[in-house]
């Protein structure tokens, strides 16, 4: 049933100071001794930018890896106070970023700003983590289909590399709210998007789809049966080693 290379995903938005990192020392540490660590699976966790440089540093080599939130959507250095650019990412041996996030959509980005990100990132060779969903109008008008071919569809292109970009299903209605789709509306969302994708930019593999949205140590268990789904991007569960452990663990039982 979980078959295959699975990812969990940590993203931990607005939430990390410096001594944080023992969170992330935990988890890797429970990898390390533990028997889950037979399965074959890759933990990433995206903490702020304030705590990227030095997270990085002291989990190189080790099983975690770590991803930026988000980056800016023009090059190199420039006049952008306030703002991170793909390059300067790259830099500090970052090698994931999340990009299309719902809450970095909420406060203004669309899809060309979106679509230059994911450009400028994989110029700068980083893997994307790259979210899309419907809210609760387009689900309940039915459209979730459609919202999701057009996410892809402004964004992506046929010549990029799919294997740096991992897809995140996040539906809107879903993060930090505590609910979940179904496992039938996840399984044909997941079908979709993988035959969707592959179909479009002529893939001549499968790409990577994830869900993200309110995933806990009690419902993880309730998505083994996807087996389209190739991990998950988890949020308010993640700021807890326990929690995430928790996660993994129950998803492997
Ligand atoms: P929650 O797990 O807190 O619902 O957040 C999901 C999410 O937005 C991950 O990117």
Not at 9 to 14: A, E, P, Q, R, T
Not at 29 to 47: L, Q, R, T
Not at 201 to 217: A, R, T, W
Request: aromatic letters at 12%; glycine letters at 6%; a positive charge.
């Amino acid at each position: 049933m979980a078959s295959g290379l699975k990812y969990f995903v940590g993203n931990w938005k607005m939430f990390g100071i410096p001594t944080s990192f023992k969170i992330l020392n935990r988890i890797n540490s429970n990898f390390v001794k533990n028997k889950i660590n037979k399965e074959n699976y890759k933990v990433i966790i995206a903490p702020p930018f304030t705590l990227l440089h030095d997270y990085s540093k002291r989990f190189k080599n080790k099983k975690i890896l770590i991803s930026a939130q988000n980056c800016f959507h023009k090059d190199n250095f420039g006049p952008h106070t306030g703002n991170i650019s793909p390059y300067m990412i790259k830099k500090l041996g970052i090698k994931f970023v999340i990009i299309g996030h719902s809450e970095s959509r909420a406060s203004g980005e669309n899809d060309n700003i979106i679509k230059e990100k994911v450009y400028l990132a994989l110029k700068n060779n980083l893997n994307i983590i790259f979210c899309i969903g419907e809210n609760i109008k387009d689900k309940r008008r039915k459209k979730t289909l459609i919202v999701l071919r057009k996410q892809l569809t402004k964004v992506l292109k046929r010549n990029y590399n799919f294997k740096k970009i991992i897809i995140a299903y996040e539906p809107v209605w879903s993060i930090g709210s505590g609910k979940i789709p179904t496992a039938n509306s996840l399984i044909h969302i997941t079908a979709f998007l993988k035959k969707f994708v592959k179909k479009q930019f002529k893939l001549s593999h499968l790409p990577k789809i994830l869900y993200g949205g309110s995933v806990d140590k009690k419902n993880i268990a309730s998505f083994k049966s996807i087996s389209d789904l190739d991990g998950f991007l988890i949020g308010g569960a993640s700021k807890s080693s326990k929690n995430f452990i928790d996660i993994i663990k129950n998803f492997y039982k």
